[in-house]
């Protein structure tokens, strides 16, 4: 069975502080979604890899392939940046797992 | 507006009563999926779906049924619920199996009593 973990799985901050969020998995995948979930409860996709690095605004998401690791940083955090980060992992069979989250707290 | 629409979002019933939980995307997307989420066990998948006609078992597939007979609709059904059924569940659909952004419901809270 895949296995997806991340860490931290708490997280506190300062704001502007430069964050950074692990993913490690232990099978190949076709691709690595990354997703935010607010206190509210709904979930936004932020980035969707399967390869390389990817930047919005100041989110960037990376992936390593070989090593098995995407991170997930956040440039200049604000308290707004306070959520549920969680990674999932797609198989090939399409099949989706989840890590259990890192939860951010950004603190003015 | 793209957009994934479940009903209903909250509901409280109780053991045995068959409820059916709706999926609905405006994206024309191939790819939907249900989801469960429960306190310290994250997200898991219950069924995924390819496209139409087609679906397959996710890691939690025990107790659920589902269907895909239009592209847009994917329902839940739940024929005889029972209390370990209750949990947040989640609704989501893509564009491609492989490449596609995931596009998520508002959550539907469910409480099995």
Request: charged fraction near 20%; glycine fraction near 8%; aromatic fraction near 10%.
């Given at each position: 069975?895949?296995e997806?973990e991340q860490?931290?799985?708490n997280?506190t901050?300062?704001?502007g502080?430069?964050i950074?969020?692990?993913c490690s998995y232990?099978?190949?995948?076709s691709?690595?979604h990354?997703?935010?979930q607010?206190p509210g409860?709904?979930?936004?996709s932020l980035?969707?890899l399967s390869?390389?690095?990817?930047k919005?605004?100041?989110l960037?998401?990376t992936?390593?392939i070989?090593e098995?690791?995407?991170s997930?940083h956040?440039?200049a955090?604000h308290?707004?940046?306070s959520?549920?980060?969680i990674?999932a992992?797609?198989w090939?069979?399409?099949?989706?797992?989840?890590?259990?989250?890192?939860r951010?707290?950004?603190?003015? | 507006?793209?957009q994934?629409?479940?009903?209903p979002r909250?509901?409280i019933t109780?053991?045995?009563?068959k409820?059916t939980v709706?999926?609905?995307?405006n994206m024309?997307?191939?790819?939907?999926?249900w989801y469960r989420?429960?306190?310290?066990?994250?997200?898991r998948?219950i069924?995924?779906?390819?496209?139409?006609e087609v679906t397959?078992?996710?890691?939690?597939?025990?107790g659920?049924?589902?269907?895909?007979?239009?592209?847009?609709n994917?329902p839940?059904?739940?024929e005889?619920?029972s209390?370990n059924?209750?949990?947040?569940?989640?609704c989501?659909?893509?564009r491609?199996g492989?490449?596609?952004e995931?596009f998520?419901?508002?959550?539907?809270r469910?409480t099995v009593?």
């Amino acid at each position: 069975k895949n296995e997806v973990e991340q860490s931290p799985q708490n997280l506190t901050a300062q704001e502007g502080e430069f964050i950074t969020i692990n993913c490690s998995y232990s099978v190949g995948i076709s691709a690595l979604h990354w997703l935010q979930q607010h206190p509210g409860g709904g979930i936004v996709s932020l980035f969707m890899l399967s390869s390389g690095k990817k930047k919005h605004g100041r989110l960037i998401a990376t992936i390593n392939i070989q090593e098995k690791h995407s991170s997930l940083h956040i440039t200049a955090s604000h308290p707004r940046d306070s959520a549920v980060y969680i990674c999932a992992v797609r198989w090939t069979t399409d099949k989706l797992i989840f890590g259990t989250g890192t939860r951010l707290q950004v603190f003015p | 507006e793209a957009q994934v629409t479940q009903n209903p979002r909250y509901l409280i019933t109780v053991t045995g009563k068959k409820l059916t939980v709706t999926c609905s995307q405006n994206m024309n997307h191939e790819y939907m999926s249900w989801y469960r989420q429960d306190p310290g066990l994250g997200l898991r998948q219950i069924y995924y779906s390819m496209n139409v006609e087609v679906t397959d078992k996710g890691d939690v597939p025990e107790g659920y049924k589902v269907s895909r007979k239009e592209k847009r609709n994917f329902p839940l059904i739940l024929e005889s619920p029972s209390p370990n059924q209750t949990s947040l569940y989640f609704c989501a659909s893509s564009r491609g199996g492989y490449t596609g952004e995931l596009f998520f419901g508002e959550g539907s809270r469910l409480t099995v009593l």
